[in-house]
């Protein structure tokens, strides 16, 4: 090798070592220093709190208005209020799915008025196999007038089967109330214990079977029963039999066909009068519904037969989406309300028994609008026209000294009706609802003057709120105008309007206890929702909670 091509290689040599050298620096990390990460923002998922049971002082009603959605997942922030309650007497229906509900629990407490309450239920299976829950409650009340007392006492079992594609499901329930009718004039009047006992007993079971995967030729299917026994001590007894066979056949995502063919059975009987009669009613409910933004519509007809009479019965609704968060209701929908003793003793419980079987049907035109507002509030605000047939009101029995109500017939009615809701909701810290619905009764046969005992201004309220981690207020509101009642000589008169405001507090203890203390009816207000039958007033109720 020259010595001139060996100066170059030394100089390639050189160049080479240099620049390795400078990238095994650059590369050095500098260990002197720990890394960390820093957390911006966190996201805690909150799980909505569960619905509740709550007794108050005034009784549940059942709203039977249809309203028929598209199935949309809900955000966290929407919040789906309570529609105002129905005046019209209807029988409690079967829940359409499972409710797993909290699977082990114990609620006991005891307050004025000599108030023993206990609500308890338990549950077992893994929801995927087979499920059975349980459930007891028991509550009773004396108050200070004779016999002014009742007790509750209601026991259920419902559970799930599941085969493969279908699911089998099935309920039975007891249910013993005991009321008293005290409304009598107790100086003019003296009776037994025996003479004012309204004891009602109700034996129920259910069954069914529904599609779990697509069914046949894609039909969704849910066909089920109901058995039902409801007795009167000494006075009156009914036996029903109701089945439901719903199908449905999706056309396209937007449009699908619904088919049910319907039965309601029930037969009547009174030992005391050697009465004895049938009430039936069976109808056959095509539609069509169409759900694609921004419309929902719903079209049907029902053909049914109440007692041998055909009826046509129009189920026509609309929903127009307008900017996402406006949405404008209208619809024209006929009803069939079957006035059974149950449906009517839910309705009133001092009720005595009937003496004939007339149902209620009734024809709604509405119009209204829907809005969700921001993420928290929401509400709705309706107009119906209805026009009754049959409509069922409560009239004191005067003979009896006012001792239990008579149902009168109305052959005809009219029934303007306006009704709002609003709801404001945040997670499940602090949740408001309220609604109020306004009755205006008119048209009423020659010989009934008022619709009595049927409310014509109702307004109803709750709210709860996680004020601390381990407390939580809750608070609730009921408000009517009286409604009419008629007198001994024909007269009609208003019944007081009523408030009743309740408060309570839930405080945990520990994960598994905590402690509950209501105050109903703060204002110690002894409204009386039905004529010369006044609620006790102001009452406390505590006791401890165990989750297990």
Request: charged share 20%; glycine share 6%; net charge positive.
């Amino acid at each position: 090798m020259t010595k001139k091509n060996y100066n170059h290689m030394r100089y390639y040599l050189s160049s080479l070592l240099c620049f390795f050298c400078i990238l095994n620096a650059s590369a050095q990390v500098d260990t002197t220093k720990k890394q960390t990460i820093e957390i911006i923002s966190s996201f805690k998922p909150v799980m909505r709190s569960a619905a509740k049971i709550n007794f108050s002082a005034s009784q549940l009603n059942v709203d039977s208005a249809k309203n028929l959605r598209p199935y949309e997942m809900p955000s966290q922030s929407l919040y789906y209020f309570y529609r105002s309650a129905s005046i019209k007497p209807v029988a409690m229906e079967q829940e359409s799915g499972p409710n797993l509900g909290i699977s082990n629990f114990a609620k006991v407490g005891f307050g004025s008025y000599t108030t023993p309450y206990l609500q308890a239920g338990v549950g077992t299976g893994d929801g995927s196999k087979y499920f059975v829950n349980a459930y007891l409650n028991y509550i009773s009340s004396k108050g200070s007038t004779e016999f002014q007392q009742y007790s509750q006492i209601n026991a259920k079992a419902a559970g799930s089967y599941f085969i493969p594609k279908n699911e089998l499901y099935g309920s039975i329930g007891l249910r013993r109330d005991n009321y008293y009718l005290y409304g009598y004039d107790h100086n003019a009047f003296h009776y037994d214990r025996k003479d004012v006992l309204q004891q009602q007993k109700e034996i129920t079971i259910s069954a069914g079977i529904r599609n779990t995967e697509k069914g046949p030729l894609g039909i969704n299917y849910n066909p089920n029963f109901i058995v039902s026994s409801f007795s009167m001590k000494d006075k009156a007894s009914e036996t029903t039999l109701i089945f439901d066979l719903p199908a449905q056949k999706k056309i396209t995502d937007a449009l699908s066909v619904d088919l049910s063919i319907k039965g309601d059975m029930t037969r009547y009987s009174n030992e005391r009068t050697s009465q004895k009669f049938s009430n039936n009613v069976f109808r056959i409910d095509p539609s069509l519904s169409y759900v694609k933004n921004p419309l929902n519509l719903h079209v049907g007809v029902s053909a049914a037969e109440d007692n041998g009479k055909l009826k046509w019965l129009p189920a026509i609704s609309a929903e127009l989406k307008w900017m996402d968060e406006f949405s404008i209701l209208v619809g024209y929908l006929g009803h069939i309300t079957k006035n059974t003793y149950k449906s009517l003793s839910f309705v009133n419980p001092y009720t005595e028994p009937i003496i004939n079987r007339l149902n209620t049907t009734d024809y709604e035109y509405y119009v209204g609008v829907h809005a969700n507002i921001g993420k928290h509030f929401s509400f709705e605000a309706k107009s119906s026209f209805i026009s009754y047939t049959n409509l069922q009101l409560f009239i004191n029995d005067t003979a009896a000294g006012g001792k239990g109500f008579l149902v009168l017939n109305a052959s005809q009615a009219n029934n303007f009706r306006i009704h709002g809701s609003a709801s404001y909701i945040n997670q499940d810290k602090f949740t408001i609802t309220g609604a109020i619905t306004l009755n205006a009764y008119k048209s009423l046969p020659d010989s009934i003057k008022k619709a009595y005992h049927l409310l014509p201004v109702e307004i109803n309220g709750s709210m709860r709120w996680q004020a601390l981690k381990k407390v939580t207020i809750k608070g609730d509101l009921y408000m009517f105008s009286g409604s009419s009642y008629l007198t001994r000589d024909g007269k009609s008169f208003k019944v007081g309007s009523g408030i009743d405001i309740s408060a309570g507090v839930e405080y945990a203890i520990k994960k598994n206890f905590s402690a509950w203390l209501d105050i109903n009816n703060i204002f110690n207000d002894k409204y009386a929702r039905w004529h010369d039958y006044p609620v006790y007033g102001i009452n406390l109720l505590g006791g401890v909670m165990i989750h297990f």
